[in-house]
């Protein structure tokens, strides 16, 4: 039998409609999983238990006097780089360890407008920079399939806490892949919007051009659900753009008859995990069979564009990271003068994100602009051409998540290159702008999810998670759950 904490948001919209469960039993049910396992799993920064309960409370007064906003009663989690109102916000960084924001981000503002209940701040990689979630300065986070093995990052927190059943849906960011590489890994379902369909305001900024908001869900279903509350324009976000949102979970017909589904074979190559390329070539033929016709594409600057992404982000952090000097908020170290404190201070950054300043400031020396920073631009666009061109024959594009699954802890730390290709196929993406959802696709031998990328035309959400549900409805895969020793209670 399927726990309250197991279920998706749309079985628990349709039993609290029906007046079947309530919403203190939803919230009782998900933190008694998250004392039975978040020692081990450590999803959670900060959690917000007697808040969450008053929301409950509140959530099932509406219910009773009949009105029942979209995420009425639903436990969601937020990772720790979101503003919240009273609520610490970290950024998982000793600078911020302090710091509680007066304000809501719009998205989190949004969740609570449409009822949602804060479970708590998930962990992260510290200020979003990496892609396993060991660089967190509190805790790491483990990925619930394999306690040895790491969630995926910079959103592994969010992805650990819906995978375990700690929170029915969490909100992430992506960078570069920070949402679909750990929902992957976790064997969830993670979307990238389109950038400009879903505010940034109130979210603490890695890189300006390359950051966006999304959902980390159970199913497309929820993905949808959950886009629909946090999409949408904002003036408080200047790269926010003004366009009609349409209904999503509408556009979960499972007809997917007549597309066009495009596969590059640039993702396809000799660096892919053998037991993923066969997933995903087992997801290919499944769409197919729904009346789908795929065809192979090329990318012919896809080789480029890791390199491309990595000056850009180090380029941004290094300007966005320059903010958190000890002068205006967050953490001051005491020094004998202004410079020995400007000094000491940025001192307490960690060790990736002190990599990433260094590799910034030395992309945007003025010696140095022409032949990284504005040559990365450039290429930039040309990928983003690449994707044009594509959509041209295509509707959209299927592709891995990741070149391997859930990798152990430690085996990359030591070698950051290594580490950054974890994000080889999800970071174009981002680099493009356009919309990314993983849908899990399968399983390793070893047991481990393994996820599949569906990646559509800007603004064209509704296809993308057409495409991911029809997909998810058919594809048969066994019903698992991660088993995690539960931890004795006294």
């Not at 998982?92 to 407008?113: G, H, M, T, W």
């Not at 209940?117 to 990689?125: A, E, F, S």
Request: glycine content about 8%; proline content about 5%.
């Amino acid at each position: 039998m399927v726990q309250l904490n197991e279920m998706t948001i749309h079985q628990l919209r349709d039993l609290l409609r029906a007046g079947e469960v309530s919403c203190r039993e939803i919230l009782e049910a998900v933190f008694a999983k998250i004392d039975a396992v978040e020692s081990q799993i450590r999803s959670y920064i900060t959690l917000c238990r007697d808040e969450a309960f008053a929301q409950a409370q509140r959530a099932d007064e509406m219910l009773a006097a009949g009105e029942a906003p979209p995420l009425c009663g639903i436990p969601v989690a937020v990772k720790d780089n979101f503003s919240t109102a009273g609520v610490q916000t970290t950024c998982a960084s000793r600078l911020l360890e302090n710091y509680i924001p007066p304000f809501d981000a719009e998205a989190v503002a949004r969740l609570k407008q449409a009822g949602a209940v804060l479970v708590g701040k998930t962990n992260l990689d510290e200020f979003g920079l990496g892609s396993s979630t060991e660089n967190s300065q509190f805790c790491c986070t483990r990925n619930p399939w394999d306690l040895s093995r790491v969630p995926g990052g910079s959103s592994g927190g969010s992805a650990a806490a819906v995978a375990a059943g700690e929170a029915a849906a969490a909100l992430g960011t992506d960078t570069g892949g920070s949402i679909r590489q750990p929902a992957a890994f976790c064997g969830v379902v993670g979307l990238k919007p389109t950038y400009g369909l879903v505010s940034r305001y109130g979210v603490v900024a890695a890189a300006d051009s390359l950051d966006h908001v999304g959902p980390i869900t159970r199913d497309v279903r929820d993905a949808a659900l959950l886009l629909q509350v946090i999409a949408g324009w904002d003036p408080k976000d200047p790269t926010s753009v003004r366009k009609d949102v349409p209904d999503y979970e509408a556009a979960l017909t499972g007809n997917i008859k007549g597309l066009v589904v495009g596969l590059p074979k640039e993702f396809m190559g000799d660096e892919l995990d053998p037991e993923v390329k066969e997933a995903v070539f087992g997801a290919a033929n499944l769409l197919e069979s729904l009346g789908a016709r795929v065809e192979e594409i090329s990318l012919p600057h896809a080789e480029y564009a890791m390199a491309t992404f990595y000056v850009i982000i180090s380029a941004e952090i290094s300007s966005n990271l320059a903010r958190f000097d000890g002068v205006r908020y967050g953490y001051r170290a005491e020094a004998e003068d202004t410079v020995s404190m400007f000094i000491k201070t940025r001192q307490a950054l960690g060790q990736e994100a002190k990599r990433r300043v260094l590799m910034g400031t030395y992309f945007l020396q003025a010696k140095n602009y022409e032949a990284y920073f504005l040559k990365a631009l450039k290429v930039r666009t040309l990928i983003k051409g690449d994707f044009e061109k594509a959509f041209q024959r295509c509707d959209v594009l299927i592709s891995p998540t990741t070149p391997t699954a859930a990798f152990g802890f430690g085996h990359r730390t030591q070698t950051p290159v290594t580490m950054y290709q974890s994000d080889i196929y999800t970071c174009t993406a981002n680099l493009a702008g356009i919309p990314a959802l993983t849908v899990p696709c399968g399983y390793t031998g070893e047991g481990l999810p393994v996820g599949v990328q569906f990646l559509g035309k800007p603004f064209d959400e509704p296809t993308v998670l057409r495409v991911g549900h029809a997909y998810e409805q058919h594809a048969g895969l066994p019903a698992r759950q991660p088993q995690m020793e539960v931890e004795k209670n006294g």
